[in-house]
Nanobody
Framework: QVQPVESGRGLVQAGGSLRLSCAASGRSFSSYDMGWYRQAPGKEREIVAAISWSGGSTSYADSVKGRFTISRDNAKNTVYLQMNSLKPEDTAIYYC????????WGRGTQVTVSS
């Protein structure tokens, strides 16, 4: 079992950058695929990026390709989301999800991008 906890919330101007972190407790973190999701007001939760347990495979939503990068450090039980060239439409609560022997969600962290 793992428990993801997101950090890195912030308010940035359009064009700026922000890095989110997700630290997950539990000794089996390295066996979990991890993902970042987001939910904007009035919209459904959507996947932003995902990374395999080894870090060898990543995928991105079309809306963030070329701007966001997902990575992980299994020695630190942490997954990251580097967000560059932020747009107002990236404003949302960002959630971390662990998918493996069970599915576990973090509580989310707010990202606000001003125009």
């Amino acid at each position: 079992q793992v428990q993801p906890v997101e950090s890195g919330r912030g308010l940035v101007q359009a064009g700026g950058s922000l890095r989110l972190s997700c630290a997950a407790s539990g000794r089996s973190f390295s066996s979990y695929d991890m993902g970042w999701y987001r939910q904007a007001p009035g919209k459904e939760r959507e996947i932003v990026a995902a990374i395999s347990w080894s870090g060898g495979s990543t995928s991105y939503a079309d809306s963030v390709k070329g701007r966001f990068t997902i990575s992980r450090d299994n020695a630190k039980n942490t997954v990251y989301l580097q967000m560059n060239s932020l747009k107002p439409e990236d404003t949302a609560i960002y959630y971390c999800k662990a998918n493996g022997r069970g599915v576990y969600w973090g509580r989310g962290t707010q990202v606000t991008v001003s125009s």
